[in-house]
């Protein structure tokens, strides 16, 4: 089993529709990061959480430590949020900082 | 304009042959990292460096090799000894390998026929 699940593996959308992705994880962490990764290949980093919830702009993030589940919200899509979005965990392992990451949702916003 | 840059987008080799890929950051982050990628699959740590002159293998070591001779640049090679080295690869930079946050590269995309 991956320690770090994403759900669903590709999302297909509406432009204006609520989206959805979600993270869950099996480690205790440190920190949950959120990441895009354009059609390039280039990755951002959008959220870097260890508690509650962060917003920016129409992208919200939320995390719950105690199910070891976060979810990536976005709201009013639109089709450049076509993208991949990446789930990565932070936890101490043998006195190092590891960071694992999730497979990747594919998310396409159709106008 | 501070970032990491990766050259070039897309490399080709032939099987059999070592390739150096490079990465080049002006952030004045200590730490430095590479990652692999392929289809389906999350980022794989290949090596990472906590400083200069020094470099720590990852999960994926094997057939690989770094050097971090100086605090900008860590390039990696991709020796003959990898099984499979088609994939794309990231290299990433944090300002110290405890601090959270890490700051990617463009990537390379490698091709081996």
């Known amino acids: ?111 | 304009d501070g970032g990491i840059t990766q050259s070039p987008k897309y490399l080709f080799r032939k099987e059999g042959q070592n390739v150096t890929l490079s990465c080049e950051q002006n952030l004045n982050h200590d730490a430095m990292y590479w990652y692999r990628q392929d289809p389906g699959q999350g980022l794989r740590l290949i090596y990472y460096s906590q400083i200069v002159n020094d470099f720590q293998k990852g999960d994926i070591a094997e057939g690989y090799s770094v050097s971090r001779e100086k605090k900008e640049s860590f390039p990696l090679t991709v020796t003959s000894a990898q099984k499979n080295p088609t994939a794309f690869y990231l290299c990433a930079s944090s300002r110290s390998s405890s601090y959270n946050e890490q700051f990617f590269g463009p990537g390379t995309r490698l091709t081996v026929l």
Request: glycine letters at 10%; charged letters at 15%; one cysteine or more.
């Open chain 1, 1 to 111: 089993k991956n320690e770090v699940e994403q759900s669903p593996q590709n999302l297909t959308a509406q432009e204006g529709e609520f989206i959805t992705i979600n993270c869950s994880y099996s480690v205790g962490i440190s920190a949950l990061h959120w990441l895009q990764q354009h059609p390039g290949g280039g990755i951002v980093s959008l959220f870097m959480l260890s508690s509650g919830k962060k917003k920016h702009g129409r992208l919200i993030a939320t995390i719950n430590i105690q199910e070891k589940h976060s979810s990536l919200h976005i709201t009013a899509s639109h089709p450049r949020d076509s993208a991949v979005y990446i789930c990565a965990v932070r936890y101490l392992t043998q006195g190092a900082q590891k960071l694992v990451f999730g497979q990747g949702t594919r998310l396409t916003i159709n106008p």
